[in-house]
């Protein structure tokens, strides 16, 4: 698949999922009465992620060709690189999705995207594949609310920046993984390439610190 065509099947995944991020709208969490403090230290993505994930996966497998999609399939695992797979009608080439919540306002920072080593294992099963990141974008709502307004979506491929952790978890980490102004167009091999670079990297900055203990 060509740069133009991964970028028409990022248009039209985005399209499709803010037609779900629509669709939920306000998901409760509960009321002012149960929560006369409002959100307070709770007010984080990662807080209420898991029901959120849920909601707009069953959504996702439920409605899935009011949304625009020809085939919609749950991953298997928990722990894998993406959350489902699926199919447009125009489009051969089934797609991968990794669904992650952002806090509207929130501080930037560098958010795991996966293991590092699954990526690699992944693209290196066939290195067609085209996987995404779809942030789904959320507000805290006074009324213990969560309200989900968007989806953008990035090819993982096209990170701008790229950085995997150094410690045991080894983790890719973006800052920028909601930023496709800032995206970087590259094809499967020169991201497996990168990625594959900063693995090294990370694996001598982790035997460079058990020297030093």
């Known amino acids: 698949m060509t740069i ?47 029901i959120l994930e849920e909601a707009i996966t069953q959504n996702l497998e439920y409605k899935f060709k009011e949304f625009g999609f020809d085939e919609l399939n749950a991953a298997d695992s928990e722990v894998g690189v993406y959350d489902f797979s699926g199919k447009f009608t125009d489009i051969d080439s089934p797609f991968y999705v990794n669904i992650k919540s952002a806090v509207i306002g929130a501080r930037t920072n560098k958010d795991d995207i996966s293991k590092a080593i699954r990526l690699l294992e992944f ?53 920028k993984y909601k930023s496709i102004d800032q995206a970087v167009k590259r094809n499967n091999a020169e991201f497996v390439s990168v990625l594959t670079d900063e693995i090294e990297v990370a694996r001598k900055k982790r035997e460079a610190k058990a020297r030093k203990k």
Request: hydrophobic fraction near 40%.
């Open 4 to 50: 133009e065509e991964t970028e028409y099947l990022r248009n039209k995944l985005e399209d499709a999922l803010n037609k779900v991020a629509n669709a939920l709208g306000k998901i409760n969490i509960g009321s002012k009465s149960q929560f006369p403090y409002g959100w307070r230290k709770a007010a984080k993505g990662r807080t209420i992620w898991r």
């Open 123 to 175: 693209f290196e099963e066939d290195q067609e594949r085209k996987l995404f990141i779809a942030s789904f974008l959320i507000e805290f709502e006074e009324d213990m609310s969560v309200a989900v307004t968007k989806a953008i979506v990035m090819p993982t491929m096209w990170l701008p920046d790229i950085y995997v952790n150094p410690s045991n978890n080894g983790n890719l980490q973006s800052s």
